[in-house]
């Protein structure tokens, strides 16, 4: 069975930083992306990094391009966001996703992290306080 085993995230003022971890598991693939969506009130889902643990590739929404790094531990199946200088409009519920299979972002026109997720885990709850 597959799992995505999410941590982190929680309460920050504006300006501070967090990291997210995402751990993968119970499947045979050696290639495969990880990423993360988020979800504010009322608002849609919102696709915003990807690493590719095949070629360490990554994505960023422009939203967050700048202010959030994403890394992997491919030994340990592991991604970490790291999101600095963090807003208040980054208040969200944060998802884990996994997308089976060998992905390169670093071609943009194959519009890589448009791919539909074959996983998600569950959400993390990230506040920014103004």
């Known amino acids: 069975e597959v799992q995505l085993q999410a941590s982190g995230g929680g309460l920050v003022q504006a300006g501070g930083s967090l990291r997210l971890s995402c751990a993968a598991s119970?499947?045979?693939?050696?290639?495969?992306?990880i990423g993360w969506f988020r979800q504010a009130p009322g608002k849609e889902r919102e696709r915003i990094s990807y690493i590719s643990i095949s070629d360490s590739s990554t994505y960023y929404a422009d939203s967050v391009k700048g202010r959030f790094t994403i890394s992997s531990d491919s030994a340990k199946n592991t991604a970490y966001l790291q999101m600095n200088s963090l807003k208040p409009e980054d208040t969200a519920v944060y998802y884990c996703v996994l997308v089976l299979g060998w992905i390169t972002y670093s071609d943009p026109n194959t519009a890589a992290h448009e791919f539909e997720p074959d996983y998600w885990g569950k959400g993390t709850q990230v506040t920014v306080s103004s």
């Open positions: 119970g499947f045979a693939n050696r290639d495969f992306s």
